[in-house]
């Protein structure tokens, strides 16, 4: 008499006959579960799959199929003319436990022992990150701007042409045919006159400035940076060991006659001659020929972070600071931040042709490589003429944009405020001219869903100054009154 397997584990088992899921994988499953919950034993025999089938009602290759998977993946065991077995152990049997991590290792002392290094990054006031999606946002572009069709569909044939050499582990200069791109487009929009050898592609702009900290400056050099700034990206310096000699700067940026005492002895100069960030100001002529000056008579060098020049509203713009260096003193740095979009996370430096074995060779050790497939798409996407257009496109939105912040700032603000000026970049400043606190205006208007970040939390030196910070690139022209009549209430509250 044939054996009964009508026990209440196979009669449990419920198939959903008009479901998606296979059958076999919903009895799978299910004696999967069973397992796992000790409601078959270990070392329990399966029932013979003819059986089982017509328990379940199902054809016996089902039942076969379930049974294989159950052996592949180590929920049975098979013995030869002795039939299907549940395993003494199973998978989750070779797992180890997981608990939770201790709060500190064991045996750890007090204060744990890091680098110098370390210790002066854990010292820093770093400003909080920006947020694209609130209002005034400053450096935020307009990510909905952008032509996704037309980069969906540069993407597509860049994917379809099979680019397998491309996933490999990449050249250390970054594609070629990126930097040849990038060389095209700073000698026609710029004026920088570089070859496409001397363009290095990276994995984002504070790679950028740890790698050219890395190779031009040793721990203890005094590096020049303007005041107030973006500590985030200068910290890349300090972990290097260098030392920051903040400047106070004006509203034409950076003056070289004030690079005396220690600042004199500096080795690095690093600044962003149009639209500063945070302060928003823009070196004339006569200040940038003067920088590059100073750097030669002192064999210094300087990183000009030109991160803004890409949009430029009003007269013709100045050249970079690399198009004007017959000296060799300019390590360009750039990025597609805001042409493009931050999370590319492509930054590019350009580097004198003297120095540039020196970089390869750190970059080599470093390898702040960005993504192959990355660069690709976005070397297609410039060759297309795509990227040109879109900057021509959005730039006449932003001028519009800067327009309508100015005028609702004079406008609701009246004269609390003295601005920069808005001919280029995607922000700009508003320093208070009566007391203020602008770091509690500021915590306020998050609350409103406007991100305008203090000024003040800027500052690197005494001279703190009082303000903030507007951006105009993530905010439509529908939503900026709106947001300044908040900012504009909040500001009057805190001056009574």
């Not at 008009?18 to 499953?29: C, D, I, M, S």
């Amino acid at each position: 008499m044939a054996q009964k397997f009508n026990y209440p584990t196979w009669s449990a088992i419920a198939l959903d006959r008009q479901g998606t899921a296979p059958l076999h994988t919903q009895v799978f499953e299910q004696i999967r579960q069973a397992i796992i919950a000790g409601q078959l034993a270990k070392g329990a025999r399966l029932p013979p799959s003819r059986q089982l089938a017509q328990e379940l009602q199902v054809s016996r290759s089902t039942v076969l199929l379930v049974y294989e998977r159950l052996l592949a993946e180590g929920y049975a065991t098979g013995r030869v003319g002795a039939g299907t077995y549940i395993a003494s152990v199973l998978p989750e049997d070779r797992q180890p436990r997981r608990e939770a991590p201790p709060a500190r290792p064991a045996g750890a002392e007090a204060t744990r022992q890091l680098s110098q290094r370390a210790r002066s990054l854990l010292g820093l006031r770093l400003p909080s990150e920006r947020n694209g999606a609130l209002a005034l946002s400053p450096t935020v572009p307009a990510l909905d701007q952008l032509p996704f069709d037309q980069f969906a569909k540069v993407a597509a044939q860049y994917w379809r042409a099979a680019p397998a050499a491309d996933l490999g582990y990449g050249g250390v200069l970054g594609l070629s045919e990126l930097r040849a791109q990038i060389a095209d487009y700073l000698g026609e929009a710029h004026g920088v006159a570089c070859r496409p050898e001397q363009v290095m592609v990276v994995s984002g702009t504070t790679q950028g400035f740890m790698l050219a900290g890395h190779v031009l400056t040793d721990a203890g050099d005094r590096v020049v940076v303007e005041d107030p700034n973006y500590l985030t990206r200068l910290a890349a310096l300090l972990g290097g060991g260098a030392v920051l000699t903040p400047i106070p700067i004006d509203r034409e940026g950076l003056d070289s006659r004030d690079l005396s005492g220690d600042a004199a002895q500096a080795r690095l100069v690093v600044v962003s001659p149009t639209n500063q960030f945070p302060f928003g100001s823009t070196m004339p002529l006569e200040r940038r020929l003067s920088l590059l000056q100073w750097a030669q008579e002192r064999d210094a060098w300087i990183i000009e972070y030109d991160f803004n020049n890409a949009f430029h509203f009003s007269g013709r713009a100045l050249p970079p600071l690399a198009a004007l260096d017959r000296g060799g003193r300019v390590i360009y740095v750039g990025n597609f931040n805001r042409s493009i979009s931050p999370a590319f996370s492509l930054a590019y430096l350009v580097v004198p042709p003297d120095v540039m074995d020196a970089f390869t060779r750190a970059n080599q050790v470093l390898a702040f490589h960005a993504s192959a497939p990355t660069q690709g798409i976005v070397a297609d996407f410039m060759k297309s003429g795509q990227l040109a257009a879109h900057i021509r496109r959005i730039g006449n939105r932003y001028r519009e944009r800067a327009a309508l912040v100015v005028h609702c700032l004079n406008t609701l603000c009246g004269d609390a405020f003295e601005l920069s000026a808005t001919g280029a970049g995607l922000h700009l400043s508003a320093v208070a001219r009566h007391p203020l606190d602008d770091v509690a205006v500021s915590q306020a208007l998050l609350g409103h869903g406007i991100d305008v970040p203090a000024l003040s939390g800027y500052c690197m030196t005494e001279r703190v100054r009082r303000g903030f910070v507007l951006g105009f690139g993530n905010t439509p022209a529908e939503r900026i009154a709106g947001a300044l009549e908040i900012f504009s209430t909040l500001v009057a509250q805190a001056r009574r």
